[in-house]
Each structure stands twice: as structure tokens, then as C-alpha cells.
């Protein structure tokens, strides 16, 4: 029974932020790498986990995780890139933001921000900016996801290409080690391409999850952003790309 619950406790540490470790998990329990790597390794057969070199990460493959427990995945990171982001953003600015759990983050983070002009496909961040009186709203058609409340489809992209928004601030499912920008459903990638080819400025949020999780559908690549951010520096490799690209990397 014991082991039973220090597994539930190792699954809430995983989804809360995105991976766990042998040795700081030993160190929480207070019982031996050993053990640890036997209740990683059940986890893992039961498919609640997946294990990587020295612990392991929450399983991922051609389906996303639940919008409530990505709400919850990494939050307080979540909340470091989105107060950086919004910082960079100004009063007097158009903005898109799309589906995500970071970018509701960045949205709750506008809320102070003046004569702001935000378009968006997710109806979450519609209704935390209709509580800023000097946000003018405007929801983008489409089709319900009843899932995450987002709009996506080719109604959604049609509305898109209608603007020139000074920002768009854009989430996404994964980064490999290419530098690709990934998600998992293929219309909301749609929108996401259109948001980039139809904004002068083009910023990524994404925390360090996002690292180690694989998604199937390709968005597009750090050099078409103009900044990313993040809470914790990248792999270097994808650093070194991202300096030859001209995209900035900001540390929240």
C-alpha cells in the first residue's frame, strides 16, 4: 500500500513538473535509488510514465495530455516566461495568441497592459482579457475543441490572413533537437503557420518540458521567430542555432 501511494506522489511530481529524477526522488522519500528505479521502471509498464537516463518524463507520442493537467504541468516556470513576455509586449500594440496553457499564462499577464488589441482562437484567454477594459477582444471563427475551448480550421485561418498584428505569441506541444516547433493536431498547426506569416514580430513560449516531449506535426523552426522563451537554457546545440538564426533566447 505504501508503494502504492509513493507512486501516485512520484505521478504528481511528474505532471506538476514534467519529469522526475532517480536521486531527488530518493532524496524526497528518503529511500534508495533502488527503490526509486523499481517504482519508475512499474510506472513506466503501466504506461504512466516514460523512463529516460536517470528518471523519467510523462509519456507522449501522437496524442497530447489532458488540457487540465497541462495547465498544471510546470506551472510556476509557466508563469516566469509569460510575466517576461508580456513585459516585451507595449500598450498601443495588435497581438495574436493561440491555443496553450502558456499562452493563457502571457494573457493573464496583459491584464494591466493598455489600448492593447488581441485576436485570438482560444476562448479561455478571450474571456481573461474581457476583465481589462482597455483590451479590445476579437475572437477568431472556426470550429469548437470542446477539449481547450480553441477555434481552429480554415474559417480560423481565413480571419487570420485578414491582419498585419504587430506580435504574435504562440505556443506549441514540442521542440526536438532540429529546432522544429511541433504539435499534435494539424489544423490548429494550420493557424499557427498562419499567426507566423501574418505578424511583424513572432515570439515563442515554451518551458523546458517541452524539450523532452515528442508531438508529430511540424509548425515551423526557431529561425522563422523573432524571440523564444523559455526557463532554462537550451541544448547547446539548439543554442548555437538559434544564434546563427538571429533568434533571441530569453531565460525566464
Known amino acids: 500500500m505504501a508503494e502504492n501511494f509513493r507512486q501516485t506522489d512520484i505521478l504528481e511530481i511528474a505532471q506538476t513538473?514534467?519529469?522526475?529524477?532517480?536521486?531527488?526522488l530518493a532524496e524526497r522519500f528518503n529511500i534508495s535509488v533502488q527503490t526509486i528505479r523499481k517504482d519508475l521502471s512499474e510506472l513506466a509498464d503501466s504506461g504512466q510514465l516514460k523512463r529516460v537516463h536517470g528518471g523519467a518524463i510523462l509519456p507522449s507520442g501522437v496524442t497530447n495530455i489532458g488540457y487540465d493537467e497541462r495547465r498544471e504541468l510546470n506551472r510556476a516556470a509557466k508563469t516566469r516566461i509569460a510575466k517576461r513576455c508580456a513585459a516585451d509586449?507595449?500598450?498601443?500594440?495588435?497581438?495574436?495568441l493561440n491555443i496553450g496553457t502558456s499562452t493563457e499564462a502571457v494573457a493573464r499577464e496583459l491584464l494591466t497592459h493598455r489600448n492593447l488589441m488581441v485576436v485570438t482562437n482560444n476562448m479561455n484567454i478571450a474571456q481573461i482579457l474581457s476583465a481589462n477594459p482597455d483590451c479590445e477582444v476579437i475572437v477568431a471563427g472556426g470550429t469548437l475543441r470542446r477539449s481547450d475551448g480553441g477555434l481552429t480550421g480554415p474559417l480560423t485561418v481565413q480571419m487570420i490572413q485578414a491582419f498585419k498584428f504587430d506580435y504574435a505569441v504562440i505556443g506549441c506541444s514540442a521542440l526536438d533537437q532540429d529546432g522544429d516547433i511541433l504539435d499534435f493536431d494539424i489544423q490548429e498547426v494550420g493557424v499557427s503557420q498562419a499567426i507566423i506569416d501574418r505578424s511583424r514580430e513572432r515570439f515563442l513560449v515554451a518551458d523546458t518540458t517541452k524539450f523532452t516531449r515528442p508531438a508529430p506535426v511540424r509548425i515551423a523552426s526557431l529561425k522563422d521567430l523573432t524571440r523564444f522563451y523559455t526557463d532554462a537554457q537550451p541544448a547547446m546545440g539548439a543554442l548555437e542555432k538559434c544564434m546563427r538564426w538571429g533568434t533571441e533566447v530569453v531565460v525566464a
Not at 513538473?17 to 531527488?24: K, L
Not at 509586449?89 to 495574436?96: E, L, V
Open 17 to 24: 513538473e514534467g519529469r522526475v529524477s532517480v536521486d531527488d
Open 89 to 96: 509586449i507595449p500598450d498601443n500594440a495588435s497581438i495574436f
